[in-house]
């Protein structure tokens, strides 16, 4: 008899500043996820790209998710450090033929609506002694997947014209490959996750069926937004959680996320907010809303 895996679930944060409030729903929905499936839960920091990454805010978020309680059943992973990981990966992806290097500049690529105009996909072997970045070559594809809050998902994949980087010029490997990479090391069997990157999952299937692994399911929250409609985000100055406040939070938390947790929760433990959510998750009960 075939067992089911246990279902593995994770926060990936890229740590480009403290956790701001609409980061700790997505956080305790994907643990609320895991835990009231008797699962496990991960953390993942997806530092790849220090140019963006103040260097206190790795350390922000983690002191962050201990306030409020979010322990990971395993060890944090560090994308920074599994370099050598994305590497083998990339070069499998390079001899297969599913990636290429590319040498266009954003401009050319602008000018020529994401067309190559050095035909890269073709030629990926031809330009060795200038400065190339490596692509994923995507297939043209109407892609059909599930969302398991959303529900049927329909995207259109373009060829060429969408093909995610992989590794930048700078010598940087990209999230759309760690994530993946990573994620199929890490046996994650559910990702929970914001809405913002609805749009990258189906370009994320054919990353997983390349490198010959089955995909997770996928759950996206809608984003939350301030009173302005705009997503809550650093660049948007979204306020850091107060960490002497970790009840209120994740009271406000669930809130956002329509469970309905009962006033009495406010004036007891965090260990009792957390117990309490598990036992209550609905996720049917978050709103479809707010994207
Ligand atoms: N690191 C990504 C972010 O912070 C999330 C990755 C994922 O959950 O797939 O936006």
């Not at 994949?157 to 930048?168: G, K, M, S």
């Not at 089955?214 to 937004?225: A, G, Q, S, Y």
């Not at 979204?238 to 009495?264: G, K, R, T």
């Amino acid at each position: 008899m075939i067992t089911p895996r246990q279902y593995r679930g994770r926060f990936a944060p890229s740590p480009t500043g403290p956790l701001h409030f609409g980061s700790l729903v997505t956080a305790l929905a994907s643990y609320l996820e895991a835990k009231s499936h008797n699962g496990q839960w991960l953390i993942r920091i997806e530092d790849l790209d220090p140019l963006r990454e103040p260097p206190e805010a790795t350390g922000q978020i983690l002191n962050t998710l201990d306030a409020h309680g979010l322990f990971p059943d395993e060890p944090v992973v560090f994308q920074s450090r599994r370099h050598s990981v994305y590497q083998a990966a990339t070069e499998q992806l390079l001899s297969n033929g599913f990636a290429y290097r590319c040498t266009c500049s954003r401009k050319q690529l602008e000018a020529h609506r994401g067309k190559h105009p050095l035909r890269c996909r073709e030629h990926s072997r031809k330009y060795f002694d200038q400065p190339f970045a490596i692509r994923f070559a995507l297939r043209d594809e109407v892609c059909h997947w599930q969302d398991q809050l959303l529900g049927p998902q329909t995207h259109i994949v373009r060829a060429e014209i969408d093909d995610p980087v992989i590794l930048r010029k700078e010598g940087f490997f990209a999230y759309q490959l760690a994530v993946e990479v990573d994620d199929i090391e890490q046996g994650i069997t559910d990702v929970v996750r914001g809405s913002d990157l609805l749009d990258m999952t189906a370009q994320q299937l054919q990353v997983y069926r390349a490198l010959g692994a089955t995909p997770p399911r996928w759950l996206h929250i809608p984003v939350i937004v301030n009173e302005h409609g705009q997503k809550l985000s650093k660049q948007n100055h979204a306020p850091a959680l107060d960490n002497l406040n970790p009840v209120q939070n994740l009271f406000s938390a669930l809130v956002a996320l329509n469970q309905q947790p009962p006033q009495f929760l406010l004036s007891g433990s965090l260990e009792d907010l957390l117990e309490w959510g598990r036992i209550h998750w609905n996720r049917g009960a978050v709103h479809l809303t707010s994207r």
